[in-house]
């Protein structure tokens, strides 16, 4: 398995976190399992599968619904598993907080718990761009095409504002700002600041503030698997285990103790990948 991180343009920092391309051949691999129990993550991604078309098993349904070649993926709060095919390699734009909003233009609400073929939201040229990056020389001109495509539409976004940086510093905080202390870097009432971020991100903040503790809890059990999760929960700021314990089955569906180290082990590890 091949992976790697790259940090955007300088003129793209204030929309994009992270551009991720992560790449491997589960023909080659008699170590991975090509399932991923995939978490809700506190970021909004748009991503382009380059090889075998992503395939998706939400709760309630009875099987795997094939997805488009690229996706946009809304809020979520609830696990999915995935089928990445048999030869896996796809590029993750990782937006910043309200950076997917700027782009679209749609309240984050509108897209809780969905996910979306990218060229509905964006046009045609969608399509044009992902044949683009298939026949890319190699990885670092696949960055150069998704980044020029992003700097054209720089000028079109709405507006960076005081909200967004504020839950940028809740997510460097790990979560643990208080809402009172965001709404006032914001410039915002409580109120209008629970609205704002509801708009921009499709959860209240406090909801995000707890997806963002259990999204780092999560990553850094994928990072260190022999860890035991009393010591990831502290690491990530739980100091009450049943309210880790919550968060898990509420994000993840399950208990900790349903992800063993050997499970851990097998998988491609996709949030440590594309955080």
């Not at 040229?125 to 670092?140: N, S, V």
């Not at 739980?238 to 900790?256: L, N």
């Not at 097998?266 to 990948?273: A, Y």
Request: glycine share 4%; proline share 5%; aromatic share 10%.
């Amino acid at each position: 398995m091949k992976s790697k991180a790259y940090k955007p343009h300088p003129a793209l920092q204030a929309l994009v976190n992270c551009i991720s391309i992560y790449e491997v051949d589960f023909t080659e691999s008699t170590s991975l399992t090509n399932t991923y129990r995939f978490v809700p993550a506190y970021q909004r991604y748009i991503i382009f599968y380059l090889e075998d078309p992503i395939k998706v098993l939400k709760p309630g349904n009875e099987g795997f619904v094939a997805k488009a070649a690229c996706v946009t993926i809304g809020p979520q709060e609830q696990a999915v598993t995935l089928d990445m095919g048999q030869k896996h390699l796809a590029l993750c734009v990782a937006f910043q907080p309200g950076g997917l909003h700027r782009l679209l233009k749609i309240p984050m609400s509108e897209m809780y718990e969905q996910d979306f073929d990218t060229s509905l939201l964006l046009g045609n040229e969608i399509g044009e761009i992902t044949e683009r990056l298939k026949e890319a020389d190699d990885w670092d001109h696949m960055i150069s095409i998704i980044e020029f495509y992003l700097l054209r539409k720089v000028e079109k976004l709405k507006p960076l504002l005081p909200v967004d940086l504020a839950m940028e510093a809740l997510v460097s905080s790990g979560g643990a700002l208080s809402m009172d202390k965001l709404a006032s870097e914001a410039c915002l009432s409580l109120r209008q600041f629970e609205r704002k971020c509801t708009e921009r991100l499709g959860m209240p903040p406090k909801q995000y503030s707890r997806l963002i503790r259990f999204c780092k809890a999560y990553q850094l059990k994928e990072m260190f698997p022999d860890k035991t999760w009393t010591e990831i929960a502290y690491k990530s700021g739980y100091y009450d285990q049943m309210h880790f314990i919550r968060d898990f089955k509420k994000f993840a569906g399950i208990t900790p103790s349903f992800i063993n180290e050997e499970e851990l082990q097998t998988t491609i590890r996709l949030h440590t990948i594309m955080k």
